[in-house]
């Protein structure tokens, strides 16, 4: 008799939704600050049939859905979801929506251009910017906000590939710059860093598997091949540093921690000539359960790179389990003392009984917490009994120069109900009540990354 494998991607709020649906004048306890105009946006993978959610399903893999909620002048106007479709079926970025250009770009990485979303969510389009993101783009570009321009370390999906390419947008979306930098393996680079000076390249020992990308291509999967990167204990743990617009020649690789890093906080440039760089890193990740980064738990940790000294050293930060990072983003590639997070529950991970590869665990989402880098104090935001988020977004209020004042919104899944709230916190001080909770109209699956969208971003 077979077993049946079960697949914590699949079950619970991991369950992707299968309708799209349009609900107007949401509810709201509390107030909503008058000042935020405009749309918080967010996006997950949301597999349909049995080609997406069959034995070789993978957390980061299916069809994107994006959320968005309409605020302005005190009231939600709107919920609503779609799935993301571009030119053709293949082209449904999961990863990461945001705006660059007059644009709102769903994201995904390894191998598709990004897709243009309307403000109302009723139209989409593949956008390659004239030709220059054909073969793919990165699920985390960083903006400077300085300049405006987009910086984005870009992989390929494919064993053919030996290069990563750098790409520069300006405030625009127009290409102005691209480089190949060559490698050995394709690595997964899922974020990369950025300074007022600098980029910052990780090439980290999660690889592309030749074995799990056969069996996906063959047609034959097991669990998790539907994203054949694995942890690869032969590969690597290197940074590379190179100028902004620079090329392959100008490139300096340096030995890094053993870890995985899908995600950075924030990077600036030392006086000393070194680069601070907060990441939130992993001892493993896809070697003991390869459907989700459920090796263990994440640490917030800062890597000071010397390129001069070709050394980077690791400080710990704090001891809470700790994902999704973010900060003021006015202070992209520059100084940063706080930031944001969405904290994995108390027990971090739910595992299997038996530790097999082809079962694997979950990624449990917990409390929001926020971190002072200055001080090492760290404050939490428990939204009580059953109720987890994950991602925050910060959102500076109007004409303020204070780091933090504003406010943190972010999509609250209360299992009680199998609903969903965006809530919005003060962010100076997170522990205090919610300033407003809106009351979606069903619930919005565990996914990867939204954003503010205020009016005059949004292309309008």
Partial sequence: MATTIRNPYLEGNFAPVSDEVSVSDLPVTGTLPPELNGRYLRIGSNPTGPAETGVGHHWFVGRGMVHGV????GRAEWY????VQGDVPEDSPNTNILAHGGRLLALYEGGRAPVTISPELDRMSTWDSDGALRTGFTAHPKIDPVTGEMHAINYLM???????SYVVLDSSGKSTHTAELPVSIMPMVHDMALTATRVVVLDLPVTLSTDAAGRLAAGTPQGGDALPMRWNDEHPSRVGVLPRGGTADQIKWIDAPRSYVFHVLNAYDAPDGSIVMDVVRYNTVFRDYVRGPADGPPALARWTISPHRGTVSEQIMSDHSIEWPRINQALTGRPHRFGWFGATSPEVLRLSDDVDRDRGGSF?????????????HTSTHDFGAGRVTQEPAFVARPGSEIEDDGWILSVVYDSNTDRSELVVLDATDITAAPLARVHLPRRVPFGFHGNWI????SGE
């Fill in 364 to 376: 449990e989402p917990g409390p929001l917490v926020k971190f002072d880098t200055a001080t090492g």
């Fill in 158 to 164: 494919d064993p053919a590939s030996k290069h990563l």
């Fill in 454 to 457: 205020p009016d005059d971003e």
């Fill in 70 to 73: 309409r605020l302005r002048e």
């Fill in 80 to 83: 609503r979801n779609r799935f």
